[in-house]
């Protein structure tokens, strides 16, 4: 779970690079962690079907890798600010998938006596 929180997490640390680089407001390059928070919520119900579907294992990790190619993917950004915003939309539809449902779910699963504790 911890590593879908990662991305929304470390965007001050791209702050001072980007602002240097392309020009942008600190505004503009910080709008992607609240576009993650409000992506993952918007996706919430089809995150909710598709574990119904297909489990929670394979959900999971396809939204870990997901996230963690995604993430990588930050790097390709150009100097137009809706190339940054398009690679972070998909981050956040990857945390989505990737996030606190899947795992919640899983352990609600496979424990029946001391559920609370696992989660």
């Given at each position: 779970?911890?590593?879908?929180?990662?991305?929304?997490?470390?965007?001050s640390?791209f702050?001072?690079?980007?602002?240097r680089?392309?020009?942008?407001?600190?505004?503009?390059i910080t709008?992607?962690?609240?576009?993650?928070?409000?992506v993952?919520?918007?996706f919430?119900?089809?995150v909710?079907?598709?574990?119904?579907?297909?489990?929670?294992?394979?959900?999971?990790?396809?939204?870990m890798?997901?996230?963690?190619l995604?993430?990588?993917?930050?790097?390709?950004?150009?100097e137009?600010?809706?190339v940054?915003?398009?690679i972070?939309?998909?981050?956040?539809?990857?945390?989505?998938f990737?996030?606190?449902?899947?795992?919640?779910t899983a352990?609600?699963?496979?424990?029946?006596h001391?559920?609370?504790?696992?989660?």
């Open positions: 779970m911890f590593v879908t929180t990662i991305p929304p997490a470390v965007v640390v702050i001072e690079p980007l602002e680089d392309f020009g942008w407001s600190r505004a503009s709008s992607a962690a609240a576009m993650t928070m409000v993952a919520a918007f919430s119900p089809l909710s079907s598709a574990l119904h579907r297909y489990g929670a294992r394979w959900i999971g990790f396809i939204g890798a997901l996230t963690a995604l993430f990588a993917a930050v790097a390709l950004t150009t137009h600010l809706w940054y915003l398009s972070w939309f998909l981050i956040s539809c990857a945390v989505a990737g996030g606190g449902q899947p795992w919640t352990v609600s699963r496979s424990f029946t001391g559920r609370g504790l696992a989660l």
